[in-house]
């Protein structure tokens, strides 16, 4: 079956332009993430979506970020001025439910000029 | 400072040899998991190691679980030019999974 998708794989823009990332998560999983990873670093945590909970946020850097998940399915990551240091590659996960193992993206490899 | 370190940072080796790399916690953790990255891939999970003490294999790779359940070590023998990758330990920690920073393999030919 289809695993999670991510669109566009590279995104390269100037700085304090918006940008706009896209997840498919897998048909049925309930539980939804989103993490950053920069060059030499681990996974960073961004959002957490299952079902119709309210999000969890805790990890979003800034105001400038937001994300949100359509009709329990696509989610989108919204990065608004972005700048230099959000240069970075965004992993979207699915799981089947709560705590249950999460399976990853590609990526969107973002490059802020 | 890292929830999870992971040492060494960079690993390169002959096709054949042995390698151990290490996740270290002072946090105790009610389970643990190992992720394997390659090039423009998301990870994939390889193993999750729950009981202070478990150790569990997948082939040529034995994963170990500390007793106090504060670290966890990966060995791969007989090192394979396919093992090359990013390699990721993991905790659950609330909602999130919390990653070390991994260690980037390469075996040569």
């Known amino acids: 079956g289809a695993g999670v998708s991510q669109s566009p794989s590279n995104k390269v823009t100037e700085k304090g332009k918006d940008v706009e990332l896209r997840c498919d998560p897998i048909?049925?999983?309930?539980?939804l993430y989103w993490y950053r990873q920069s060059l030499g670093q681990g996974l960073e945590f961004l959002i957490y979506?299952?079902?119709?909970?309210?999000?969890?946020k805790s990890g979003l850097p800034s105001d400038r970020f937001s994300a949100e998940r359509t009709g329990g399915s696509v989610s989108t990551l919204t990065i608004q001025r972005t700048q230099q240091e959000d240069s970075a590659v965004y992993l979207c996960?699915?799981?089947?439910?709560?705590?249950?193992?999460?399976?990853f993206g590609p990526g969107t490899r973002l490059l802020v000029l | 400072t890292q929830l999870l370190e992971q040492s060494p940072q960079f690993l390169s080796i002959q096709e054949g040899e042995n390698l151990t790399v290490y996740c270290n916690s002072s946090?105790?953790?009610?389970?643990l998991q190992w992720y394997r990255q390659e090039p423009g891939e998301g990870p994939v999970l390889l193993v999750t190691?729950?009981?202070?003490?478990e150790v569990k294999k997948l082939k040529r790779l034995t994963f170990q679980f500390g007793d106090a359940r504060k670290d966890s070590s990966l060995h791969i023998t007989a090192a394979q030019t396919g093992d090359t990758g990013l390699y990721l330990c993991a905790a659950r920690y609330g909602n999130k999974l919390v990653f070390g920073a991994g260690t980037i393999l390469r075996v040569k030919s």
């Open positions: 190691v729950v009981t202070g003490g």
């Open positions: 979506f299952q079902g119709n909970s309210a999000p969890d």
């Open positions: 048909s049925g999983h309930t539980a």
């Open positions: 946090s105790v953790f009610s389970s």
């Open positions: 996960a699915s799981s089947l439910g709560h705590q249950e193992t999460q399976y």
